[in-house]
């Protein structure tokens, strides 16, 4: 079969920057859409007939960041604040055909079609301040506060019938990941330092689990020093 994968994206950013008494305001809004249709694909790269997949997604993203820092001049106190929103809408349709053996020498041809639509949205507050009043020596406390919003839409149909339950689900996440660093200048341009921070991924739904398990999965979280 001829394979074949038509995708277009595009973006668009926007920054805005203000110097106000003591402090400097900036707003960045980001919006980026993303379509592919079709991708035709020969699953098991055999010259045998069928197992293909017809693949249609289309994703939109946007997101908002407030960020309110100290003056670049600031001496012995620096320190960074903002909220952060964003928004993705995705929206698929998948078409899975299979040759099956069901007996020696008997095949039996199988087709997949799911419709899902995901999305998500995330609300965030960060906050950094670093310390540089001790001589050489630098030390930042910070975090962040996640609040994920996950939701799933999906039917899943097929030949020979198969009776897939239809997913309407919600699901919401809350993550807090602090960060602390300390850092050593040894000579101008030359700094060691150390640094521990939790890094996290929110949870979410997959269109393409079926019943008994949950199409959702848990927040993934990584502690990196």
């Known amino acids: 079969m001829d394979q074949q994968a038509d995708a277009e994206s595009n973006g668009q950013a926007l920054r805005l920057r203000r110097v106000l008494p003591g402090a400097i305001l900036t707003a960045v809004t980001t919006r980026r859409d993303y379509r592919l249709d079709p991708l035709l694909l020969d699953i098991d790269q055999s010259p045998a007939p069928g197992n293909t997949a017809l693949i ?13 820092q100290s003056p ?18 995705r929206d698929g349709d998948d078409t899975r055909d299979f040759i099956a053996p069901v007996a020696p020498g008997v095949y039996l041809p199988i087709s997949q079609r799911t419709v899902f639509a995901l999305d998500d949205e995330d609300y965030a507050l960060i906050g950094l301040v670093t310390y540089g009043g001790v001589d050489r020596l630098g030390l930042t406390l910070g975090g962040r506060l996640d609040y994920a919003v996950r939701s799933i839409e999906r039917t899943k149909t097929g030949t020979p019938p198969v009776p897939w339950p239809a997913v309407d689900d919600e699901e919401t996440y809350f993550t807090a990941a602090p960060e602390a660093a300390l850092d050593y200048e040894l000579d101008p341009g030359l700094r060691v330092y150390a640094r521990t921070v939790l890094g996290f991924k929110p949870g979410g739904f997959s269109a393409y689990v079926d019943a008994p398990r949950s199409p959702a999965f848990d927040t993934e979280r990584n502690w990196a020093s």
């Open 72 to 89: 670049d001049d600031t001496a012995d106190w620096r320190w960074r604040g903002g909220l952060f929103f964003s928004a993705t809408e």
């Open 56 to 68: 249609q997604h289309d994703e939109t993203f946007w997101s908002q960041e407030l960020r309110l």
